[in-house]
């Protein structure tokens, strides 16, 4: 990484973390409302990168689409899940008579693929945080979307740095040439550590090392295939960044694309085994 590159990035890094560490912590309807934003940025972005092979997504469409499964999963418990798929694809289906675009089926493939992963992941990602929002000091969903977030960091600055170092065995060349066996493994276990970690620190109180061990293969495997799924997208696109949002971080989904597949899964995992 280039001192360029560095200075670029620091800012976002220097005011970007303590204040996300800070909402994370200690705030609920701030939380909410950001990452909601968030995965809208990140849905704008899948919408414009669809565009270079021809595909039109129907934007609008997609953003409402977002929006009301965001708001059932958050407000309403997802009672509402299968009514709001069926009508969106009705709705994206008579629009499409009306809008007279080629490539149909990639139209509405693409809105409902993008709006339906993005609300889903995001909604899971923000009720993760609302676990035990009530305790003092902060709260127990707080700790563990911040455990998410040290998780997945800890596995991408170890992947980067041994992978640069002693990379030499890729994993998937066509999808992402840089990514090498070496750093892969090296981030996994620097995720693990830094799970068993935060158990032995007690941020999770009730989880043990098994726990531990298994929030940190999430965050290190899932994180890493989430990164590799957007390398996939980018790629197919011939895009280097989702955007310029970030000034040497590229655009939202360059940011949140591990945490896109390791939130839910952590979610899923704390509230459907552990019994959070």
Known sequence: MSLTNIIKRAPVVIIGIPALIGITLYTHDIFMVF?????????????????????????????????????????????????????????????????????????????????????????????????????????????????????????????????????????????SPNKSWEGSISGLIGSLIALMLIVRAGWLPGLDYTDALILGLIAGVAGQLGDFAESLVKRDVGVKDSSNLLPGHGGAWDRFDSILFAAPLSYLYLTLVVGL
Not at 107 to 133: D, E, P, R
Request: with cysteine; glycine share 12%; charged share 10%.
């Open 35 to 175: 990452f909601t934003i968030a995965g809208l940025l990140i849905l704008g972005e899948v919408h414009r990168m669809s565009r270079p092979n021809g595909t039109e997504p129907n934007v609008w469409v997609g953003y409402l689409m977002y929006l009301c499964l965001v708001g059932d999963q958050l407000l309403g418990d997802g009672k509402n899940l299968g009514a709001i798929l069926i009508v969106s694809i009705l709705i994206l289906l008579t629009w499409e008579m009306f809008r007279k675009k080629s490539h149909v089926m990639e139209n509405v493939a693409s809105t409902f693929f993008a709006a339906t992963f993005i609300a889903l992941a995001m909604s899971y990602f923000i009720s993760l945080q609302q676990l035990g929002f009530e305790g003092q000091g902060g709260h127990l969903g707080g700790y563990a979307v911040l455990t998410v977030f040290i998780g997945v960091w800890t596995c991408d600055t170890m992947a980067y740095f041994v992978g640069s170092a002693i990379g030499k065995h890729k994993i998937f060349p066509r999808v």
